[in-house]
């Protein structure tokens, strides 16, 4: 089993729509939890981190963790066509020394007008 | 304009021909790292240094070498490519020394394909 799981879509959705993105863990000493968002040829981009469970809003975008699912979720409201990219999930863990950053497989978004 | 810039962004080789990719970023940063990227694997961790001469294995180390010389270069080394090293590359680098905790900056990628 993978430490972190994504579905890689793709994704279909029209214009205005609400997307949301998951991702499971199976690790509970995660303790960071990021979403990347990658444009086609180009490299990741830090779009929203978080530490603790509960929501996180940023404009258009919340990020949610339920740690006690181990669950992880980004939502993109009015979604628009500059939207349309691959996002990949993030989790760290930092413990005693031990330093471990692990990214889902990514999930590919396109909205369309 | 603050960037990590990666060369050379494609390119095509055979297999046991050594190559170096380098890695260059211009914030100051103490961490550096390398990443492959492979359709339905997600971004898999090759090498990191946490500052100068400070290297360390990630997840697939492989095949790979590093080194980190200077604080803004961590060129990423093949010695003998093999075709199963055929992916996209990239460098990222972050302020903070454990990494993940801030903000990586990712390069543009390097697609690499052995041939």
């Known amino acids: 089993q993978k430490e972190v799981e994504q579905d890689p879509g793709p994704l279909s959705v029209p214009e205005g729509a609400i997307v949301s993105l998951n991702c499971t863990y199976s690790n509970s000493a995660f303790q960071y939890f990021m979403w990347y968002r990658q444009y086609s040829r180009k490299g990741p981009e830090l779009l929203m981190y978080?530490?603790?469970?509960g929501n996180k809003e940023d404009g258009r975008f919340t990020a949610q963790v339920d740690k006690s699912s181990k669950y992880i979720s980004l939502f993109i409201r009015d979604s628009q066509p500059s939207d349309s990219a691959t996002y990949l999930c993030a989790m760290h863990m930092f413990s005693g020394g031990y330093n471990k950053l692990i990214f889902g497989a990514g999930t590919r978004l396109a909205v369309h007008p | 304009e603050a960037q990590v810039t990666q060369n050379p962004r494609y390119l095509i080789t055979v297999t046991g021909k050594k190559l170096t990719v380098t890695c260059s970023q211009n914030?100051?940063?103490?961490?550096m790292s390398w990443y492959r990227q492979d359709p339905g694997l997600g971004l898999r961790q090759i090498y990191y240094s946490m500052n100068v001469e400070v290297t360390d294995k990630g997840d697939v180390p492989e095949g790979y070498k590093v080194s980190r010389k200077e604080k803004r270069n961590f060129p990423l080394i093949l010695e003998s490519p093999s075709p199963n090293q055929t992916s996209l590359y990239f460098c990222a680098s972050s302020s903070q020394r454990t990494g993940g905790t801030g903000e990586l900056f990712f390069g543009e990628g390097s697609r690499l394909t052995v041939l």
């Open positions: 978080t530490y603790s469970s």
């Open positions: 914030m100051n940063h103490e961490y």
